[in-house]
């Protein structure tokens, strides 16, 4: 009896997480970006490898959120009681899940993607057990804790692309820089913690002008392979970049901003994701 009391305190307790943490209407787009920014790096052949790596996110998306919780839930018990991992009578459940994702990701990825994958993956899990062993370290320096965490992202992009090694070329890095740029304004703008620090609209201004800049770099890109996409490209790289902006000024300018998530820090998603699925299609095979 106790046991089965146990056992439905923590498929609630799941479930409740899943909702929190993972709520769909956030979920499914993050995948849908990931998977654009790993199209636009080499476009899957066939609808199969599209599913493949929407799978693929949804499951190392899923993975990387719940270590990164598991790894801060001390600290969150002080700023984020309310969550269900702070709440929960035990984490027990919580780390085999872990585990088992941990295992599921790394078999799925060695059979359907390739070892140059597998070896990126590894490569992430080794990091992110090594920085999680020292994030207490960085709490001093939460802007460059969030620097490194979200690195996780282009890699899941490096991970879902990569063929050979020798196709580690400019247009992955390119791409790379693309997304993590993407998330680190996202981060700035969405933590109100670390969006009040001092630092943090001088880094803002800096995150926004290096994405400008890779943005112009990919209408540099499509000149030689289609000028009609690169004069949509500048399009939606000059009208990327006032609506950012103005999303962020905005933001700054209501009294209510840094209470809840508005349109304006959602944006750069938007925009990113138009600048990666224009040069993904004007670059796509024609064979």
Not at 63 to 78: I, K, N, S, Y
Not at 227 to 232: K, P, T
Request: net charge positive; aromatic share 12%.
């Amino acid at each position: 009896m106790e046991i089965a009391a146990l056992s439905n305190s923590l498929t609630r307790e799941l479930a409740a997480y899943r909702r929190s943490r993972l709520p769909l209407p956030i979920f499914l787009p993050l995948m849908a970006y990931l998977c654009t920014a790993a199209a636009s790096v080499a476009w899957p052949r066939s609808w199969w490898n599209w599913v493949v790596n929407a799978i693929l996110t949804f499951l190392i998306v899923m993975q990387l959120r719940l270590w990164d919780d598991l790894a801060t839930v001390e600290t969150d018990r002080r700023i984020y009681p309310e969550r269900v991992l702070c709440a929960a009578q035990s984490l027990r459940g919580f780390w085999l899940l872990l585990a088992m994702l941990l295992l599921i990701n790394a078999m799925l990825v060695a059979i359907f993607k390739n070892t140059n994958a597998l070896v990126v993956f590894l490569l992430l899990m080794a990091f992110l057990a090594g920085w999680y062993r020292i994030l207490n370290c960085f709490s001093r320096y939460p802007m460059l804790g969030s620097v490194i965490v979200l690195a996780k992202y282009p890699s899941v992009v490096v991970m879902l692309s990569v063929q050979t090694w020798t196709g580690i070329s400019k247009r992955m890095g390119l791409v790379a820089a693309v997304t993590f740029l993407c998330f680190f304004v996202y981060e700035i703008l969405h933590d109100h913690q670390l969006h009040a620090r001092k630092i943090a609209k001088v880094t803002l201004a800096l995150a926004l002008l290096a994405l400008l800049l890779l943005g112009a770099w990919l209408v540099v890109e499509l000149i030689p392979v289609s000028y009609i996409a690169a004069v949509f490209q500048a399009i939606f790289v000059a009208s990327g970049a006032c609506i950012v902006w103005l999303g962020d000024y905005a933001g700054r300018t209501s009294p209510a901003k840094k209470q809840t998530s508005n349109f304006g820090d959602f944006a750069v998603f938007l925009v990113t994701f138009v600048w990666l699925l224009n040069y993904g299609l004007a670059t796509l095979p024609r064979d």
